[in-house]
């Protein structure tokens, strides 16, 4: 009698892709809080014994997060988060500039009537509402942007900023509470205005403004404080 063993190596394999997965989802998420700050040394060994993986799965997740600029190799010493510098930050900031006045030109060629109405949601921030605080309403916000404006590949390279200079924004001092959070919902109003009034123009200005404030507000903050 003839045995086919095909059904263990594929739930194998699943499982191996899972646990591959989890360690990454995991380790990015405790980069981008900074729950690991800038500079941490990362050892597989215990990195592994934490997360209840073998090294494996926690060796193929560094090597993703290498590739994302968020883990550095030191050669003979293993991982390091990766640090952040003024001037990357600065070139972040200038291309989300970039990709989020180009949201506003697609949003207002392609968002419906309904769409642009769901903004309404944004125009007031209420803590109680958001466990990650103003930090979260504001990735909420301009990633609702993001996904308005109907472009994929759009979506996915803005999205990945916003991961990404999440932990600039944790690391400077938290700049909405070096600022005035109204001052910012506001601006986050006026964008709203100029969408549903399908001033394209209008929310390109405004979104540019946003960017550039946000930038002034960050990098101010790196450089009193010497985060490099």
């Not at 981008?32 to 073998?54: H, T």
């Not at 291309?95 to 968002?111: D, H, K, S």
């Not at 070096?178 to 205005?193: K, S």
Request: charged share 25%; proline share 4%; with cysteine.
């Amino acid at each position: 009698m003839m045995i086919l063993m095909t059904a263990t190596p594929a739930l194998q394999n699943t499982g191996n892709q899972l646990l591959r997965e989890t360690a990454y989802v995991q380790l990015r998420a405790e980069i981008l809080s900074c729950a690991l700050p800038p500079g941490a040394e990362i050892r597989e060994a215990e990195l592994a014994l934490r997360l209840g993986v073998s090294k494996s799965p926690v060796r193929d997740a560094l090597m993703r997060l290498e590739r994302e600029g968020l883990v550095i190799t030191m050669p003979r010493q293993g991982y390091r988060v990766a640090p952040i510098s003024l001037t990357d930050v600065q070139d972040m900031f200038h291309l989300r500039g970039v990709l989020e006045r180009a949201c506003m030109e697609r949003i207002v060629r392609q968002a419906s009537d309904e769409q642009l109405q769901a903004l309404e949601q944004f125009r007031r921030f209420d803590p109680a509402l958001w466990s990650g605080g103003f930090i979260a309403y504001n990735r909420a916000f301009h990633t609702a942007l993001a996904e308005l404006a109907a472009n994929g590949r759009l979506c996915v390279q803005l999205g990945e900023l916003i991961d990404q200079m999440e932990r600039v924004v944790r690391v400077s001092v938290n700049n909405v509470k070096a600022g005035n959070p109204d001052a910012l919902v506001d601006e986050h109003c006026q964008i709203i205005d100029a969408l549903q009034a399908r001033e394209s123009k209008r929310a390109e200005r405004l979104a540019a403004k946003h960017v550039a404030a946000a930038a002034k507000r960050v990098t101010g903050a790196m450089t009193r404080f010497l985060v490099f």
